[in-house]
């Protein structure tokens, strides 16, 4: 099986979408982690993209600032064993906004 993952990276990277593949799977983690973290949350609090290494997650409110920010060295740990110790190195806090 890993090999086909090589095979699928390998590929990807030809076509310049490897990052965004891989921001992808970051951005995918994260919110799995939140999912656990905050269930019933998902219009609350939620991974929104991964560029240079910072993780941007988007909260509803003070509160879920708060949350999210007593618990992003713990999400970084867990992205960091999914996707690599060098996935997302910093985890920026921004407010949602509402329509």
């Given at each position: 099986?890993?090999q ?8 990807l990277?030809?076509?310049?979408l490897?990052?965004s593949a891989?921001a992808?799977r ?5 919110n799995?982690?939140l ?5 019933d949350?998902e ?6 993209r991964?560029?240079d290494?910072?993780?941007t ?11 999210l ?8 740990s867990?992205i960091?064993k999914?996707c690599?110790?060098k996935?997302?190195?910093?985890i920026?806090i921004?407010?949602?906004t509402?329509?």
């Open positions: 099986m890993d086909l993952g090589d095979l699928i990276t390998k590929r990277n030809q076509h310049k490897g990052e891989s992808a970051v951005i995918h983690h994260a799995l982690f999912r656990r973290r905050f269930p949350s219009e609350e609090v939620r991974a929104l991964l560029k290494g910072i993780l997650v988007g909260v509803s409110g003070a509160v879920w600032n708060q949350e920010w007593a618990c992003q060295a713990e999400m970084l867990e960091g999914e690599g110790p996935a997302a190195i910093k920026s921004k407010g949602l509402t329509n």
